[in-house]
């Protein structure tokens, strides 16, 4: 009976305490707002690089362009999902949202490999090292994944490594399609290894990471200090 | 006796009030989900005492207060209210799991002094310690069980019983002094 009166209390402090909040809006508003400030930040950034010169001739060949629309879907479908996740009762199937376009986007890439096999023999699927395709995925993608991060934060911790991995697919999955306006590398191996590999190693650490980026504790000190 | 609130859509109504700054509907939303939440930990932990019942419920209620930004009223409120309840024992179950495998993997030591020796073999009886914990004065249990047995920040436990993080320490302070006088006594 003690414990009882005491979360009479509880209950207590927390009506007493408790501000107006505005309910978050819907997961898929929220990923429309965010993926509208990433397409404007990778906007300004291919600007500022400048596109790559054969840009033209590239949108006009089919495998750059759906090559290209699969990333721009995986970054949205996972963006979608990663909302989701933070929202308590939504059905857990959202989670499956990117899986569609990843897969045909790594069925392109697989498709590329074998047409450079195919045009060019062995050559064609040399494998060289490309270190700027890490580096610059995780500045393309950097913006909007601090973006990313700050809106999770304001939902509910329920599966941190999972959204928090899902929230990194969506801004690497962004970021390399910025990343291929201007950087002119379009061999399939190299474009699935160190541009499709960075994407998914960045996804893998972030969500290791999860836990830590979004924990309960954080959540109620952010509530703390912002109903005081 | 049924009331609106025995309905889904009366709960979504008192909860939509409480996002608008309604204390009233608030409390009373927190007091007609409070049963419901116990009853879900009771049936899903049916090893626990009353005392750890309590302590998931107060921490479920916690956690909803602090995200209740994420219900929308156009929505359910129960699968909302329930995904929370879930979680949340989720999350106590793996802290119990953790506790107990610290406390399994603790070897017993022995030291040449002998009076160190009696006290290390005293505290290590479970029983006694809940026993113990139980018979302190309530601040100071709230702030052992908070602090301790279930390792909430000192921010948090301030925020979950409306006192001072310095206030918070000397519960804690007195708990432990109060603790080694009851168990050297025992």
Same mark, same amino acid.
């Given at each position: 009976?003690?414990?009882?009166?005491?979360?009479?209390?509880?209950?207590?402090?927390?009506?007493?305490?408790?501000e107006?909040?505005q309910?978050?809006?819907?997961?898929?508003?929220?990923?429309s707002?965010? =993926? $509208?400030? &990433?397409? #404007?930040?990778l906007?300004? %950034? +291919?600007?500022v690089? /400048?596109p790559?010169?054969? @840009?033209?001739?590239?949108?006009?060949?089919?495998r750059?362009?759906i090559?290209?629309?699969?990333a721009?879907?995986?970054? =949205? $479908?996972? &963006?979608? #999902?990663?909302f989701?996740? %933070? +929202?308590?009762?939504? /059905?857990?199937?959202?989670? @499956?949202?990117?899986?569609?376009?990843l897969?045909?986007?790594?069925?392109?890439?697989?498709?590329?490999?074998?047409?450079?096999?195919?045009?060019s023999?062995?050559?064609?699927?040399?494998?060289?090292p490309?270190?700027?395709?890490?580096?610059?995925?995780?500045l393309?993608?950097a913006?909007?994944?601090?973006?990313?991060?700050?809106?999770?934060r304001?939902?509910?911790?329920?599966?941190?490594?999972l959204?928090?991995?899902?929230?990194?697919?969506?801004a690497?999955?962004?970021?390399n399609?910025?990343?291929?306006?201007?950087h002119?590398?379009d061999?399939?191996?190299?474009?699935?290894?160190?541009?499709?590999?960075?994407?998914?190693?960045l996804?893998?650490l972030?969500g290791?990471a999860?836990?830590?980026?979004?924990?309960?504790?954080?959540?109620?000190?952010?509530?703390?200090?912002?109903?005081? | 006796?049924?009331?609106?609130?025995?309905?889904d859509?009366g709960?979504?109504?008192?909860?939509?009030?409480?996002?608008a700054?309604?204390?009233?509907a608030?409390q009373?939303?927190?007091?007609?989900?409070t049963?419901?939440?116990r009853?879900?930990?009771?049936?899903?932990?049916?090893?626990?005492?009353p005392q750890?019942v309590?302590?998931?419920?107060?921490?479920?209620?916690?956690?909803?207060?602090?995200?209740r930004?994420?219900?929308?009223?156009?929505?359910?409120?129960?699968?909302w209210?329930?995904a929370?309840t879930?979680n949340?024992?989720?999350?106590?179950?793996?802290?119990?799991?953790r506790?107990?495998?610290?406390?399994?993997s603790?070897?017993?030591?022995?030291?040449?002094?002998v009076?160190?020796?009696?006290?290390?073999?005293?505290?290590?009886?479970?029983e006694?310690?809940?026993?113990?914990?139980?018979?302190?004065?309530?601040?100071q249990?709230q702030?052992?069980?908070?602090?301790?047995?279930?390792?909430?920040s000192?921010?948090d436990?301030?925020?979950?019983t409306?006192?001072?993080?310095g206030a918070?320490?000397?519960?804690?302070?007195?708990?432990?002094?109060?603790?080694?006088?009851?168990?050297?006594?025992?």
């Open positions: 009976m003690a414990m009882d009166h005491d979360t009479g209390a509880l209950i207590h402090r927390l009506a007493e305490s408790a107006p909040v309910p978050l809006p819907r997961p898929w508003v929220r990923t707002a965010w =993926v $509208a400030l &990433a397409i #404007a930040y906007g300004l %950034v +291919i600007f690089v /400048s790559r010169s054969d @840009l033209m001739a590239k949108l006009s060949e089919w750059y362009v090559e290209q629309l699969a721009l879907a995986t970054g =949205v $479908a996972a &963006a979608l #999902a990663a989701a996740s %933070v +929202i308590p009762g939504y /059905s857990r199937k959202f989670i @499956l949202a990117p899986a569609l376009p897969a045909v986007w790594l069925a392109t890439l697989g498709q590329g490999c074998v047409q450079d096999w195919i045009s023999g062995p050559h064609g699927l040399t494998l060289r490309d270190w700027l395709c890490f580096p610059s995925i995780a393309v993608g913006l909007p994944a601090v973006a990313m991060l700050a809106m999770l304001r939902g509910a911790p329920l599966t941190p490594r959204t928090i991995a899902l929230g990194a697919l969506a690497a999955g962004l970021g399609f910025g990343l291929r306006f201007f002119p590398q061999a399939g191996l190299m474009v699935l290894v160190w541009q499709f590999g960075s994407v998914f190693a996804s893998a972030a290791w999860g836990r830590y980026m979004l924990p309960w504790r954080a959540i109620l000190d952010s509530e703390r200090h912002f109903s005081r | 006796m049924a009331s609106a609130t025995d309905s859509a709960l979504a109504a008192l909860m939509a009030a409480a996002q700054g309604d204390i009233a608030y009373r939303l927190l007091k007609e989900i049963p419901r939440v009853s879900v930990v009771r049936q899903s932990r049916r090893f626990l005492q750890d309590e302590d998931l419920v107060q921490e479920t209620l916690l956690s909803l207060h602090a995200v930004a994420t219900y929308d009223p156009k929505r359910p409120f129960m699968p209210l329930m929370i879930r949340r024992l989720a999350d106590g179950a793996r802290r119990y799991a506790r107990t495998l610290r406390e399994a603790v070897e017993p030591v022995t030291f040449s002094d009076p160190a020796n009696r006290d290390a073999e005293e505290y290590r009886d479970p006694a310690l809940r026993q113990a914990i139980v018979r302190l004065p309530l601040r249990r702030a052992i069980e908070m602090l301790k047995l279930r390792e909430m000192l921010k436990a301030s925020v979950a409306g006192t001072s993080i918070l320490k000397v519960s804690v302070h007195r708990a432990v002094a109060n603790l080694r006088r009851l168990l050297t006594n025992a």
